[in-house]
């Protein structure tokens, strides 16, 4: 069973480190390498992984620096995408073992177009494609792919804990209530994020479980969720509807 922490960068992204009980650990998305680096002396670590979701800056800016202090640091991250720091490029579908316990690759497309997510020892590192009561913009890939990644994360254990990369928590709850101002569980959720965030705590890590009663990215089969985005869609398939909830949420 792994130990997961989590070290603040930039203003809101969360950079996890997992950590084994003898003092060696991997961190996912490194955007930042101070406060790794910062971390790891603090507590007499030894890096011995770096797992990648997505290209974007604010999740690999690090990584070179991180590999410079620890050269043998194997990186793990997706294939396709342009990531020169690689040492070990992934595909959807392989599984990678890290201090025993095996994590599979999943293809999470629609963030960006390679975009990938870990999951293993009951844990999911899903990068910028799901938060918690949202989920990532849609920038490479196709509203489909998006719609299609969070579906396989949905499907996913319900007690499946799962390290978002982003402290969105509660500007997503707005919007969620926004399109489900009836749902009794967000409200709830709400005073919950309210108190975390009042203690500068985070809201994660979050569950499958909870997001399928919170999340309106992952609620597009439920009639409230259909009836609030009923003015921006004549169509009513979960495709349609995530379509009209994403585009709402860019301009909300
Ligand atoms: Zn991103």
């Given at each position: 069973m792994l130990n997961i922490k989590s070290i603040p960068a930039f203003n809101d992204n969360y950079i996890w480190l997992i950590e084994n009980s003898d003092q060696r650990c991997a961190v996912v998305d490194p955007g930042d390498a101070a406060p790794v680096l910062a971390y790891l002396e603090r507590h007499q670590l030894s890096l011995e992984a770096i797992l990648i979701t997505h290209h974007h800056n604010d999740h690999i800016g690090g990584v070179s620096e991180l590999v410079r202090q620890f050269p043998n640091v194997d990186v793990v991250g997706p294939a396709n995408e342009p990531i020169p720091t690689l040492t070990h490029a992934v595909d959807p579908g392989e599984q990678i073992e890290l201090f025993d316990e095996v994590f599979l690759v999943l293809g999470l497309e629609g963030h960006t177009a390679g975009h990938i997510g870990y999951v293993g020892d009951g844990k999911l590192f899903c990068g910028d494609v799901l938060f918690?009561?949202?989920?990532?913009?849609?920038?490479?890939?196709?509203?489909?792919?998006?719609?299609?990644?969070?579906?396989?994360?949905?499907?996913?254990?319900?007690?499946?804990?799962?390290?978002?990369?982003?402290?969105?928590?509660?500007?997503?709850?707005?919007?969620?209530?926004?399109?489900?101002?009836?749902?009794?569980?967000?409200?709830?959720?709400?005073?919950?994020?309210?108190?975390?965030?009042?203690?500068?705590?985070?809201?994660?890590?979050?569950?499958?479980?909870r997001e399928k009663w919170i999340n309106p990215f992952l609620r597009t089969d439920q009639p409230s969720?259909?009836?609030?985005?009923?003015?921006?869609?004549?169509?009513?398939?979960?495709?349609?509807?995530?379509?009209?909830?994403?585009?709402?949420?860019?301009?909300?």
């Open positions: 918690s009561a949202g989920c990532g913009r849609v920038f490479e890939g196709t509203m489909e792919q998006m719609y299609t990644s969070l579906s396989k994360l949905a499907a996913l254990p319900q007690e499946t804990e799962v390290f978002c990369a982003h402290e969105y928590t509660a500007s997503n709850v707005a919007f969620a209530l926004a399109v489900e101002p009836d749902n009794a569980q967000l409200h709830k959720y709400r005073d919950e994020v309210n108190r975390l965030r009042a203690q500068n705590q985070p809201t994660l890590p979050t569950t499958i479980g969720v259909m009836r609030s985005v009923a003015n921006r869609t004549s169509q009513t398939d979960p495709l349609a509807i995530f379509t009209a909830l994403r585009e709402w949420k860019n301009e909300f």
